[in-house]
């Protein structure tokens, strides 16, 4: 039986995104991606789960993710994000999401959900556009453009992601690294961070809490916390 050893930087690998920690980044986002369960077989490709909500932090900022891994070093949870959250989802707009983009979505569906998000991330009014998937991984109120953001966009620019698998939970790993990603944004100068979460993820709502985020915005079906760093 593997044992949680800890936490360490992410890896990009040689090779760009397809290679180190990109894809146990993927895995677990798919994985934790229902309101944290299993969302595996939802989509056509597991992968864009983890294309839309992980693997585009990681590439874009690595010195921003952190994995807690097992005494074999395998990626059990992450966290991952952006020191602007604006700028952020241009780049995410113009370079990162055009070739991931499926060439076919159904008309409807989760799926059809999750690609019109991204489809408008970085445009006026992507705040506005996330569906329930996309608020519980930290999409709603998170990335609208300069026209169009949320009133407080400048006080808490920042982003965040975490995921754990069920191996990582409940022994306090969550709350290490939510520490190591806020003490990287104080190093950096960031203001302040803010992330999204579905109502239908109490557990979740009750974890941010605790470690102090307060509401900047509710919706019937997302709170989006911030944190003053």
Known sequence: MQMTAGIRPFRPGMAGETAGDAAALSDICARTAANGQDARGVLSDDRLWGDVFAVPYAVRHPDLAFVVVTDADEPIGYVLGTDDAV??????????????????????????????????RGDAGAA??????????????????????????????AELHIDLLPAAQGAGWGRRL??????????????????GVSTANPGAIAFYRRLGFTPLEEAPDTVVFGMLL
């Not at 700028?87 to 979505?105: C, K």
């Not at 169009?148 to 966009?153: H, K, N, Y």
């Open 87 to 120: 700028a952020f989802d241009r780049w995410f707009r113009d370079e990162w999401w055009p070739s991931r983009r499926p060439a076919e979505v159904a008309a409807d569906g989760p799926e059809a959900m999750l690609v019109r998000y991204a489809d408008v």
């Open 128 to 157: 506005d556009a996330g569906d329930e998937g996309a608020a519980d991984a930290g999409g709603a109120g998170a990335g609208a453009a300069d026209v169009g953001a949320p009133a407080w966009a400048r006080t808490y620019p």
């Open 178 to 195: 939510m520490q190591t990603f806020l003490d990287a944004l104080r190093e950096a100068g960031v203001p302040g961070v803010h992330l």
